[in-house]
C-alpha cells in the first residue's frame, strides 16, 4: 500500500470494496480464526530454536490472503535489535475437511509457513559450512533434475531447500501422530521429487531421519550438518 497510494485509493473507491469487506466479515472472521487454530506458529519456532542454538526471532508475523494460491514468500524485519520474519500465505480454505482430519490438515498446511521459517534457521547454520556445501551439491545436476538446476543459482540455494524441506518433516514427526506424519511426508515427498525436480529428496530425508534419530539426545539438528553432508558428497 505504500506504494502507488493514489491508484490503490482509486481501486477501493470504484470497487466498492470496503463495503464487500463489511458485507462479508463472516467469511474473513471465520478464515481468521481457521489460519489462528491451525498455524501453531509459537510451537514451530520454539522447536526451531530448540534445534537451531543461538538463533532467535522475536516475532512471527503472518499474513493472509484467499486470493495468493500458491505465490507464497517471507521476509526478513530488524530495526534496533528487534527481529522479524514477515510471511505471505494462502488461506486453508482448499483443503477437503471430509477427506482429512484436523490435525492432518494442520500438517500439510503448517509446512506452508513452517519451510518459510525454518529458512531463518537453515540458511544461517548453512553459512557456516559453504566449503563442504560446495563439494557436497556443486554437481547441482545431480541433485536436481537436468532443466530445472538453474533455478537454483547455487550449491548453497540447492542444499538449503533440500533442508528446510526434510526438517520440517523431523518436526512433523516429532510433534504430530503417526497418520499426519505419513501424509505429510507422502506430499512433501512428491511436491520434491516430482514436482520441483529434486529427485533425491526422499534419500536425503531418509538419511537426516536416520541420523536425527539415532544420535544422542542433547544433539540438535544444527549437529548433523557435518554428517548430512558427508553423506551427500559421498553418495553415488
Not at 469487506?21 to 491451525?38: E, G, H, K, M, S
Not at 507422502?186 to 536416520?210: C, P, S
Amino acid at each position: 500500500m505504500a506504494q502507488h497510494p493514489d491508484q490503490w485509493a482509486d481501486f477501493v473507491r470504484k470497487s466498492g470494496f470496503r463495503k464487500f469487506y463489511r458485507d462479508n466479515q463472516p467469511f474473513y472472521q471465520q478464515n481468521i480464526r481457521d489460519v489462528t487454530r491451525l498455524l501453531p506458529v509459537k510451537q514451530m519456532q520454539s522447536w526451531l530454536e530448540a534445534q537451531f542454538p543461538g538463533i532467535h526471532y522475536d516475532g512471527q508475523r503472518v499474513v493472509f490472503s484467499p486470493l495468493i494460491n500458491g505465490a507464497h514468500s517471507a521476509q526478513k524485519l530488524a530495526d534496533q535489535g528487534y527481529r522479524e520474519s514477515l510471511m505471505f500465505i494462502c488461506d486453508a480454505k482448499h483443503y477437503d475437511r471430509t477427506k482429512y482430519s484436523e490435525s492432518q490438515i494442520e500438517g500439510l498446511y503448517s509446512g506452508i509457513v513452517f519451510t518459510e521459517i525454518d529458512h531463518n534457521f537453515v540458511n544461517p547454520t548453512s553459512d557456516k559450512s559453504l566449503s563442504a556445501i560446495n563439494e557436497a551439491f556443486g554437481n547441482r545436476e545431480k541433485w536436481v533434475r537436468p532443466g530445472q538446476a538453474d533455478r537454483y543459482g547455487s550449491a548453497y540455494e540447492v542444499f538449503n531447500e533440500y533442508m528446510t524441506h526434510a526438517v520440517h518433516l523431523l518436526y512433523i514427526r516429532d510433534l504430530y501422530p503417526r497418520d499426519v506424519y505419513e501424509l505429510v511426508r507422502t506430499r512433501r515427498v512428491g511436491l520434491n521429487g516430482t514436482q520441483r525436480g529434486f529427485y533425491r529428496f526422499e534419500a536425503f530425508l531418509d538419511k537426516l531421519q536416520q541420523l536425527y534419530e539415532g544420535e544422542k539426545s542433547e544433539q540438535t539438528v544444527a549437529d548433523l550438518y557435518p554428517a548430512i553432508l558427508s553423506w551427500a558428497q559421498t553418495t553415488p
